[in-house]
Each structure stands twice: as structure tokens, then as C-alpha cells.
């Protein structure tokens, strides 16, 4: 990497940093005059309130998709493709997105997550931040590839706490992993840059850092006994985010055919989300905050409370994803993954809390995004130290089921967002 390298992805990421700190502070912003915790601000009873913010939300949802659907991103895969084919682009570059159609991108977003959704900002950061890459790459005489990889580093760097997670991202399962991994130092530079500049708009970041139980590991035995109970804590994560892979395709096909008008069909994807956010209020929203009120009431919840749960978060996350709504599903999947660890946690006294609600949410990310290194990179910032152990082996099984299953494995599937 050589010097002008350098200062051009300190620069990109930066000036990308802030805008993504700008972006989560509106989300922010907006969340805080609709919600209080999970109970709508309107002077409505609670129930009612839910329904109406949520209903509304999908409304605006839909009007924003209206004529545009085909050509507008509709997950976290859509985008990852996206990144994933220009990152290895060769030959003619690809036109940079008109401004409209970022600025309706990111509007769909920024109003879908303040609406409560089941859904992260990932998606629409770096659906944004890879837009306007582009259009700085001819200005900044850099290569649309490097644009995009920049761009996403340092847009996915302040919301994941740290930089390893946004680099190996776009090299994790890529078609082009040579191209990409020849842009790791830029890639690194462009994610602290973002980071800081993140971190200068948004002090508090946007994640959290969970608090968990002592893990009670004194000893070598310890650990091994706390990792076997990661290992079967696994097994339920991975197929809850099996699940939210199976169904996202289909069900968005169905709701296409029963539902053509896109405003009816946001909708009801926002009546679906009310529903199960006033049988559950853990299940609004993109669950990396509610994982932790998940924790501190376990001794409240029974194996099967916790199994409804995750179902109830699963279709939370599929309503939204189906009928139109924008954002990404690692955090809803690492959520369910939580709670289906936990799981392990009520029916067994003796599992080690802190393993198991760890491997879950390595397991469900992994299994989701089948990118296992990314998301044990990711997780760093959210758990402590001691935990990153039970992380990395429920990451590790999920990515042995999958191989084990092959084929039968549900694998994410993308919608491939025409030219815009």
C-alpha cells in the first residue's frame, strides 16, 4: 500500500464515517419521538400505539417502494451481493447510483428501523456508503472496486465496534478473494478512520457491550465443561438462523402474489411486527439491545417461553423482510440465536449462562450470513473476553452442520437488485 493509497482511505472512510454516524443519529432521533423502550410515545393505549406506529411505518414503507420495488435493495444479502460484484469488477465500471435512488435507499431505511422493525442498519449503511463510494471514485481517481471496499469498511467499522469485522467482510466468500485481499491495509486504514470519525458524530457508538454473568471458569476443566455446553447451545441457534434463511425467499414470493400492491403489502408486514411486538416486546426492533434485558430476565423464562420467542422474533424478522421493509437480519438472527441458546441454559441448571448465550449468537450469525470469521470479528466488541471462546465454537459448529448438511443446508438468497 503505498502512500496515496493511504491518505485516500483515511479520507473515504472517514468522510464515510461521519455520514454513517449522521444517518444513525436520525434513526436514533426518530426512534426516540416514536418510542419509549418498547411502548409507542402516541397517546394511545400500548397495544394501540404498536399497531399504529407500526402500520404507519409500512404505509410510508410502502409509498417509498411504490414503482421503484424492483430496482430498490430489500436485505443485508442484496447488499452483500452487490458489494461482492464490485469488488471484483473487471473492465467497464459500473454506472454510480443516481442521487435520487440513494437518497430513497437510505429514506426507506432510516424509516423501517424508526418504525420499530425487526431489522439492523447494516444494510442501509452499506447500501449508502457503497453508493456514494462510487460517486467519489472518478473525483478521488481510485477504481470503483476500491471505492465500494473502502466505503464499506469504514461505514460497518463504527457500527460493529471495530475494524477486523468491516475488512474481512467483503473477503469472506467473495467470488473475487484476491482482489479483495489485496486491498486489506487500505481496507484497515478506511475502518479506523470511520471508526474515529463514527465515534466524533456518535459518542456512545451504536451498539452496546453486554454484560454478562460470571462464567465461573477457574480451571482448564471448567473451560471444557463450558465449551461442551457452547457446543449444544449451538445446535438450536444454528437452526433457528436455518429457519430466517428457509423462509425469507418464499414468504417474500407469496406476499408478492397475494399482495401486488406494494403500500397493502408493507402493511401488513407492519400489522405481522405489531402483532408479535405486543405478544413480545423483545421482538421489535433489531434485538442487539434487547439481547441483554433477554439475559437479565432468564430466570423469568421457561424452555418453551423462550422457544415462542424465538419464533415469535423469526416472524418478526420475515414479515419485515417479506413485504418490503429495509435492513439487515445478522442482529434479529444473533437475537434468536441468543434466546435458542438460553434455551439450553432453562433446561439444564447447570449450563454455563455466559457459554450459551454466546455460541448462540456466533452460531445464528454464522449460519445466517455464512461468513463465520466475520462474525466472530464482529462480536468482539459486543462480548467481553471471556466469552469470545464460546463465540468462536458456536461459529465453528454451525459452520460444521452446514458443511454436514451440504446441499440441504438453506443458503441466503438475494434478489439481485437490477442496475439502478
Same mark, same amino acid.
Given at each position: 500500500?503505498?502512500?496515496?493509497?493511504?491518505?485516500?482511505?483515511?479520507?473515504?472512510g472517514?468522510? #464515510?464515517?461521519?455520514?454513517?454516524? #449522521?444517518?444513525?443519529?436520525?434513526?436514533h432521533f426518530?426512534?426516540?419521538l416514536?418510542?419509549?423502550?418498547?411502548?409507542?410515545?402516541?397517546p394511545?393505549?400500548?397495544?394501540?400505539?404498536?399497531? !399504529?406506529v407500526?402500520?404507519g411505518?409500512?404505509?410510508? $414503507?410502502?409509498?417509498?417502494?411504490?414503482r421503484h420495488?424492483r430496482?430498490? +435493495?430489500?436485505? %443485508?444479502?442484496?447488499?452483500?451481493?452487490?458489494?461482492?460484484?464490485l469488488?471484483? !469488477? =473487471?473492465g467497464? &465500471?459500473? &454506472?454510480?447510483?443516481?442521487?435520487e435512488?440513494?437518497?430513497?435507499?437510505? %429514506?426507506l431505511?432510516?424509516?423501517?428501523l424508526? !418504525?420499530? !422493525?425487526?431489522?439492523?442498519? =447494516?444494510?442501509p449503511?452499506?447500501?449508502?456508503?457503497?453508493g456514494?463510494?462510487?460517486?467519489?471514485?472518478?473525483?478521488?481517481?481510485?477504481?470503483?472496486? /476500491?471505492?465500494a471496499?473502502?466505503?464499506?469498511?469504514?461505514?460497518l467499522?463504527?457500527?460493529?465496534?471495530?475494524?477486523?469485522?468491516?475488512?474481512?467482510?467483503p $473477503?469472506?466468500?467473495?467470488?473475487? &478473494?484476491?482482489?479483495?485481499?489485496?486491498?486489506?491495509?487500505?481496507?484497515?486504514?478506511?475502518?479506523?478512520?470511520?471508526?474515529?470519525?463514527?465515534?466524533?458524530?456518535?459518542p456512545?457508538?451504536?451498539?452496546?457491550r453486554?454484560a454478562?454473568?460470571?462464567?465461573?471458569?477457574?480451571?482448564?476443566?471448567?473451560?471444557?465443561?463450558?465449551? /461442551?455446553?457452547?457446543?449444544?447451545?449451538?445446535?438450536?441457534? @444454528?437452526?433457528a438462523?436455518?429457519?430466517l434463511l428457509?423462509?425469507t425467499? +418464499?414468504?417474500?414470493a407469496?406476499?408478492e402474489?397475494?399482495?401486488?400492491? @406494494?403500500?397493502?403489502?408493507?402493511?401488513?408486514?407492519?400489522?405481522?411486527?405489531?402483532?408479535?411486538g #405486543?405478544?413480545s &416486546?423483545?421482538?421489535?426492533?433489531?434485538g442487539?439491545?434487547?439481547?441483554q434485558?433477554?439475559?437479565?430476565?432468564? /430466570?423469568?423464562?421457561?424452555v418453551?417461553?423462550l422457544?415462542?420467542?424465538?419464533a415469535?422474533? %423469526? #416472524?418478526? @424478522?420475515?414479515?419485515?423482510?417479506?413485504?418490503?421493509?429495509?435492513?439487515?437480519?445478522i442482529?434479529?438472527?444473533i437475537?434468536?440465536?441468543?434466546?435458542?441458546? %438460553?434455551?439450553?441454559?432453562?433446561?439444564?441448571?447447570?449450563?454455563t449462562?455466559?457459554?450459551?448465550?454466546?455460541?448462540?449468537?456466533?452460531?445464528?450469525?454464522?449460519?445466517?450470513?455464512?461468513?463465520?470469521l466475520?462474525?466472530?470479528?464482529?462480536?468482539?466488541?459486543?462480548?467481553?473476553a471471556?466469552?469470545?471462546?464460546?463465540?468462536?465454537?458456536?461459529?465453528?459448529?454451525? @459452520?460444521?452442520?452446514?458443511?454436514?448438511?451440504?446441499?440441504?443446508?438453506? /443458503?441466503p438468497t438475494?434478489?439481485? +437488485?437490477?442496475a439502478?
Amino acid at each position: 500500500m503505498n502512500r496515496r493509497t493511504a491518505v485516500l482511505a483515511l479520507v473515504l472512510g472517514a468522510a #464515510i464515517g461521519v455520514l454513517s454516524g #449522521i444517518y444513525l443519529r436520525l434513526v436514533h432521533f426518530l426512534q426516540h419521538l416514536l418510542w419509549h423502550g418498547t411502548e409507542s410515545r402516541l397517546p394511545l393505549p400500548d397495544s394501540l400505539g404498536i399497531l !399504529a406506529v407500526c402500520v404507519g411505518g409500512g404505509l410510508l $414503507v410502502g409509498v417509498l417502494r411504490h414503482r421503484h420495488d424492483r430496482d430498490a +435493495p430489500h436485505d %443485508l444479502e442484496d447488499a452483500l451481493v452487490e458489494l461482492d460484484r464490485l469488488v471484483g !469488477a =473487471e473492465g467497464a &465500471p459500473k &454506472p454510480a447510483p443516481r442521487v435520487e435512488w440513494l437518497l430513497r435507499a437510505a %429514506l426507506l431505511g432510516v424509516v423501517s428501523l424508526a !418504525a420499530g !422493525a425487526s431489522l439492523g442498519p =447494516e444494510a442501509p449503511l452499506l447500501v449508502l456508503a457503497m453508493g456514494l463510494g462510487q460517486r467519489a471514485a472518478r473525483m478521488m481517481r481510485i477504481t470503483n472496486s /476500491e471505492a465500494a471496499y473502502l466505503s464499506a469498511a469504514g461505514a460497518l467499522s463504527g457500527l460493529f465496534g471495530g475494524p477486523l469485522g468491516s475488512v474481512m467482510l467483503p $473477503v469472506e466468500r467473495s467470488a473475487s &478473494p484476491l482482489q479483495a485481499t489485496r486491498m486489506l491495509g487500505a481496507g484497515i486504514v478506511a475502518s479506523i478512520a470511520g471508526l474515529v470519525a463514527m465515534f466524533a458524530v456518535l459518542p456512545n457508538g451504536d451498539g452496546l457491550r453486554y454484560a454478562l454473568p460470571d462464567a465461573g471458569v477457574d480451571t482448564g476443566w471448567d473451560l471444557l465443561v463450558a465449551l /461442551e455446553w457452547a457446543a449444544l447451545a449451538a445446535v438450536p441457534a @444454528t437452526f433457528a438462523g436455518f429457519a430466517l434463511l428457509a423462509g425469507t425467499a +418464499p414468504l417474500r414470493a407469496l406476499a408478492e402474489r397475494w399482495m401486488p400492491s @406494494t403500500v397493502v403489502r408493507a402493511m401488513a408486514g407492519g400489522l405481522v411486527l405489531a402483532l408479535c411486538g #405486543i405478544a413480545s &416486546p423483545l421482538t421489535l426492533f433489531s434485538g442487539e439491545h434487547q439481547g441483554q434485558d433477554l439475559l437479565d430476565t432468564l /430466570e423469568d423464562r421457561s424452555v418453551l417461553a423462550l422457544l415462542a420467542l424465538v419464533a415469535l422474533k %423469526l #416472524i418478526a @424478522t420475515l414479515a419485515c423482510l417479506a413485504t418490503g421493509w429495509f435492513g439487515g437480519q445478522i442482529f434479529p438472527a444473533i437475537f434468536a440465536g441468543m434466546a435458542a441458546g %438460553l434455551m439450553v441454559a432453562a433446561a439444564f441448571p447447570a449450563a454455563t449462562v455466559t457459554a450459551v448465550f454466546a455460541a448462540g449468537a456466533g452460531a445464528a450469525g454464522a449460519a445466517v450470513l455464512r461468513r463465520p470469521l466475520a462474525v466472530t470479528l464482529f462480536l468482539l466488541f459486543f462480548f467481553p473476553a471471556p466469552a469470545l471462546l464460546a463465540v468462536v465454537t458456536g461459529a465453528g459448529v454451525a @459452520t460444521l452442520i452446514i458443511s454436514l448438511l451440504g446441499d440441504r443446508a438453506p /443458503e441466503p438468497t438475494s434478489m439481485d +437488485p437490477s442496475a439502478h
